[in-house]
């Protein structure tokens, strides 16, 4: 895979846009289904995940989404990173609508360029 | 030998992995029942006791934890992870509370989903 070259920073911004572009395509006037969310989650991911590729960036990634039926129960999450500061980064989308929340989380970790022929 | 050894030490072994999350996950949310002003507290100490923990396994790996405690009120909740990494390399463990195991698991008032991802340098 070749990766463009500079951009040595995680560009929240950028991850920012692929992912509330994706939900807003995958659950568009949608109401919380049981029998869709699994679907729906990895049609997140999926989507996510190739638009990141798309980028040609030399970072590894890893997307959550979480969809939750709303009836006023709740709902905490937390993370905690092990990695290098200046280069790595992470990006939270929240979503909701009347039935559901939605929250997607990409984190992009940087590689050593050399290393590039190894990726899947 | 030596060299079989030293790669085994090297990867991310869900056999050293899964107990320390779910030692970190007991120890925290033993016999306690859904509490709005105390959950945000037990996230973040169940994210960097599993993180303290996994970094002194002193491997060649960067880590990300993630925690989600959800009360239970009946609603339906999804969570999916996906990667783009090494697959020979990289792996994920995660671990569900309450487990089968315990004992008075269907009046537990929470549910906790712990994940670890390590990613290899």
Known sequence: MDFQEGGEEFSAEDVE?????TIAVV??????????VNDWCNSIIDSCLKELQSLSRPYKYVITAVIMQRNGGGLVTSSAPFWDGQK??????????????AVVTVYG???????????? | MDE??????LIFNEEQVKPILQNVVDEVLNKASYDEDLVQQWVDTICDRCMKQMADLQKPYK????????Q???????????AYWNQEEDNMVQYFWP????????????????????LFL
């Open chain 2, 4 to 9: 079989l050894q030293s790669s085994e030490e």
């Open chain 2, 99 to 118: 487990n089968e195991k315990k004992k008075d698991r269907n009046n537990c008032k929470m549910y906790c989903i712990i994940t670890a991802v390590g």
């Open chain 2, 63 to 70: 880590y990300i934890v993630t925690c989600q405690i959800m």
């Open chain 1, 109 to 120: 970790l940087s590689v050593n360029i050399d290393n590039q022929s190894e990726m899947d």
């Open chain 1, 88 to 101: 790595d980064g992470v990006c939270k989308v929240s979503w909701d609508n009347e039935t559901m929340h």
């Open chain 1, 17 to 21: 846009t692929v992912i509330k572009n």
């Open chain 1, 27 to 36: 659950l568009e006037s949608a109401m919380y289904n049981p029998k869709k």
């Open chain 2, 72 to 82: 239970a009120s009946g609603a339906g909740l999804h969570s999916s992870v996906s």
